[in-house]
């Protein structure tokens, strides 16, 4: 069974400061798929990055980076020169693939990141 | 519209009630998703329709029924709750057999069971 742990129930960084955010994951599926996606207090899942297993280099998306460490199981993400915006619940999530082509997602309990001015 | 769009954004029904939850997408996916989310616990999958047919239903309880009447459309009928029920639903699409691709979410319906 796939799964997904965020230790950090909550996070604080000062704006315009970068921010690590920890996953790690346990899969025996060699194909998968790592996400982040953010939660802001409206409710909606934004997503923000994606990680293949087979990728041989991190993603980066605008002012997110993926720090996908294969050996290790972990897929931690990294938020440069935070903003008060980037305030949320975070989740990081793996994708496993169904035979019928669907994804079933597991998620983790999330990190909560506020941004100090 | 683009996206996901989940009506109504916020539900409060009484444990004999009758109500639908009801989620659109726009994205020409042919994968979707209701998810629950409640306090302090991780997201669990509840359904997913694949190509308008249900293919997971993860032990979930019968006071929960979900409808997929065409690819754009799903809906999760709700009657006889209980407040534990309480909960954020998430509906969420995606495009089958795609590596690369994400799944949009929506929303959310905040429902609460009195």
């Known amino acids: 069974a796939q799964k997904i742990t965020q230790t950090q129930p909550g996070m604080f960084v000062q704006e315009k400061e970068a921010v690590t955010l920890d996953c790690t994951y346990d899969t025996s599926d060699p194909s998968y798929g790592l996400f982040w996606y953010k939660q802001p207090s409206s409710g909606e899942m934004i997503f923000l990055i994606y990680?293949?297993?087979?990728?041989?280099q991190n993603a980066t998306e605008g002012r997110y980076s993926l720090n996908f460490q294969k050996a290790r199981k972990s897929a931690n993400l990294v938020i440069s020169a935070s903003q008060l915006g980037d305030s949320a619940m975070y989740f990081c999530?793996?994708?496993?693939?169904?035979?019928?082509?669907?994804?079933?997602?597991?998620f983790g309990t999330g990190t909560k990141l506020q941004v100090i001015p | 519209e683009t996206g996901v769009t989940q009506t109504p954004r916020h539900l409060v029904m009484g444990m004999t009630n009758k109500k639908s939850l009801k989620c659109e997408q726009h994205?020409?996916?042919?994968?979707m998703y209701w998810y629950k989310q409640s306090a302090k616990k991780p997201l669990e999958l509840m359904f997913v329709?694949?190509?308008?047919?249900?293919?997971e239903n993860n032990s979930v309880p019968s006071r929960f029924s979900p409808e997929c009447p065409n690819s754009s459309h799903l809906f999760l009928h709700l009657h006889t709750l209980q407040p534990e029920d309480s909960a954020l639903y998430l509906c969420?699409?995606?495009?089958?057999?795609?590596?690369?691709?994400?799944?949009?979410f929506g929303q959310g319906t905040r429902l609460t069971v009195v």
């Open positions: 329709y694949s190509l308008e047919e249900r293919v």
């Open positions: 994205l020409g996916h042919n994968a």
């Open positions: 969420a699409s995606s495009q089958i057999g795609g590596q690369n691709t994400e799944a949009f």
């Open positions: 990680q293949g297993s087979y990728d041989q």
């Open positions: 999530a793996m994708r496993e693939l169904r035979a019928g082509g669907y994804q079933k997602v597991t």
